[in-house]
């Protein structure tokens, strides 16, 4: 419904209320500021949640962040922004809680409003300037969002510390002298007495008892920031609520605190002016001594002794109050005018002031209360909800590149429901390659979407989540896995190893990685080093290695590599008498005596001498010689031992020479069944020879 | 229009008293009333007692802007010096405190070196009531070293540079906050070239 406000009556209420309205003077504000800040979790959540590793002393466009708080509790009075700065708690709707009822809207309402203007700093504003700091492209535009981001809490926080300023919540204009005045007065020229207000004491509450966030929340401002202010819980009858800390600010204050021109006004005949608390019941009268002129006077005061704060000057007893006592005079026809002076309004600062500052910071807290984690890898990443609310929404991962272009990983985005304290596992995305990042595994976890009552929420992290792929090493020629063998990840531009793992029985290795630069080495499947070139090639040196791209990776996190085994392969002649290989690799050998049946009780006896003298594998392409063996040595090498990774593109294929100088003896003769010569030896011969074998390679 | 006019009338009349009541309120004493300076005063180092030679001095004027709707307290000016050899400084205020708009506050001051507590709130002395200090002969100033980092950092949070436009009209303020940064192993604020 629209009220009806005739023209005459709105000018007025527009001169008196708008005249001189002011709110605390913009440099108490930005104090009051710079003090909530940094008790705030915000320094902790910059360093150790985003990276931002200067905190608060992080400077953006020239000026910290600790600047830009409280340059925006400051600029939130300008021009005529400060006429919704004020809240009546017990006007009869939010909507109708603001200066006079029409002449600005609700400071909290004002705080929760999205149409505020050209720029707008409503809470669901500095959310998006939040989100734009966590995921804009360009630096410049991320560090400026993250300053107005600041300059925007600034001035969320200049609405509560205008809740604890009496004229702002007893819908009074307050024309000309007033606390707000006395305050930066003090703030001048007694910034020990000021300082104190601010540090507060152990007899004044500090922070607001921690459930306030979760009182209902009203659907005029759903955001339950508004609750810092108002509560709902001060109906106008119940001042003995506002000394507990589950209060809104505005309603403390309302319900203890005179403002310039709402004094003792629980029976106004102007419902805009009526409040009920403190009334006349709630004091006692006392003498103080105060300063005048450097002399020492005694005054009288109205001091707060029930109806919920208590201890302090609430007024001065006014200059007829005598008369007005000892006349009996009727006090609704006689005007006694207490006031607020100087010393009320320093009982008043001690009071307020800390509030202010607690307040605050507990707004602050609230905008950085979310917290999230990931870890792991991205074959399998965990992402958990650490914060004390349920969140629903979108995660999104973004990373930097080289450039400091802020990117989101490309499928990097999900949508999930957590619990307090619940995560989320097996999460899969591609670790981005193009562009590379300018740090692999470092992302920035943004998360936007419901965090307990609040519906756009959002929160940032920066996480470290390796990349992995998993190496499966298969045997090419029957497809058995490779078990137990050695397989390393290598950067190709440093040739640093990332990781190395030992193949397991299906012949997987998991091995951290980089995309797009990292290769496969293979040391010891074959008798000589390997890198994986792609497909079923492989090569000896890292240049021609292949870089393991994201697209190779399957579902499962696998790259299978199917690798040949391969070993040497040359002629051996037979020996006629014998029929066994003329000359074997074996360095000076008497083998034991072969017999096989050849009719009832008699059997062929073989004995078999096998001798090197030296034995050398010579490569065709570049006439490298590797000695394989001598007359002494306990047994030969393999030639294989000498082949590169390249030959194994070479089956079949001669790559070397095996030149040697070897003997051998070959002895046949019956026998009987308990090894007795029957008759001469068939045979005995002995050889001697040097020789030079083609050697190819064949694969095992 | 007619309607209006009425409403109007009383406007004028209500805003004519404002301005008639504002002459005569306890608020006053918070405005300027004449011309108070030349400020002086000097800078030591606390604890040697040595003059702190190029702290800076910042003295800063606000007025109150009063609007048809609205009363705002705004940056009406800004001067900086520094200290001489001595540690002695002088602000001229004359040609801004006797052009200064009514309403025009008395002026705030900021000193700061590098490395030490700043005045108006860090230093050893003058202590308590502090409104006036630098008028006629001025004050001495003492300035505190601070011990650790973590100190310097923390103070460094509460230097507040107040104009709106710090680069352009407190350069040397800029300048020794810089310095101050970079000391505590700090990025520095300003870009390059700068101020």
Known sequence: ???YVSPTVLISQLVFAA????????????LVSEVAGPRSQADDVLKNHLGVNEGFAKVVQSFSLSFWMSDG????DNFLRLLNHFHNPLAVGWSQAGLLESIGQSSIMWGQNTGQGIPSWSWRDVRQRYFDALTKPQSPERESSLAK???????????????????????DPHLFYNYENLVDRVRVDDPPTFDGWLAGSPDVPGAPDPRWSSLDPNPLAIIAVARLIDSDRYSGGNPAVTMTGLIGLAEYTNANFFSEDRVFTENDVDPQKRFPFPNRASVVEQDFDIQVGGTTVKRRYFVKAADGATGYRLATVGLLREYHQRFGLDWTRFRESPA?????????????IPRAVAYSSALIDYFFRGRIAASGEDTATIIGNISEEPINGTFTLYYDDANDVRRPVPGATWTLALAPGESAEQLRFTPPTSPAPKEAGRYMLVFRGALGSEPDAVIGRQVMISSTLIARLIKRKDATPLRGFDVRAIDVQTGQTLSAHITDDEGRARLDWNPGRTALFIPSVNQFPMYWAG??????????AHAVQAAEVDAQGQVTVLTPIVSSDWPERIEPCTGQPMFQQIPNSTLPAQSSPVSEGVFLTIFLTYGVNLATFVRDDNGRETVLCGLTSPSCHDPAGSFIAEDVGRLGQVVGHLVR???????????????????????SNEYAEVETLPVSVVER | MRRWAPALAIWCVMLTAVGAAAQSTELRERYLDRPRGPYRGKVIDAETRAPLVGAVVVAHWYRDRIGPFHSVMEHYAVREVLTDTDGVFVIDAKQIEQGAPKRTYHPEFLIFMPGYGSYPRFQKAPTGFIGGVFEGAGVVVELPRLQSPEERRKHLLRLNPMTPDPLTEVPELMKRIDEERVSI???PALPKGKP
């Open chain 1, 1 to 3: 419904m629209i009220r």
């Open chain 1, 19 to 30: 005249g001189t309205t002011s709110a605390y003077e913009i440099e108490t504000h930005r």
């Open chain 1, 535 to 544: 497909g079923s090639t492989f090569v000896s040196g890292l240049e021609g």
């Open chain 1, 661 to 683: 100088d070897v003997f051998s003896r070959h002895t046949a003769m019956l026998t009987d069944p308990d090894g007795r010569p029957i008759g001469d030896a068939l045979c």
């Open chain 1, 149 to 171: 981001t600041f300059e925007g809490l600034g001035r969320q926080i200049h609405l509560i510390q205008d809740a604890a300023s009496p004229a702002h919540v007893r819908n």
């Open chain 1, 340 to 352: 607020l002076d100087e010393g009320v309004y320093r009982d008043y600062a001690a009071r307020l």
């Open chain 1, 73 to 76: 509790a400051k600029r939130e």
């Open chain 2, 185 to 187: 192993g700090l990025t």
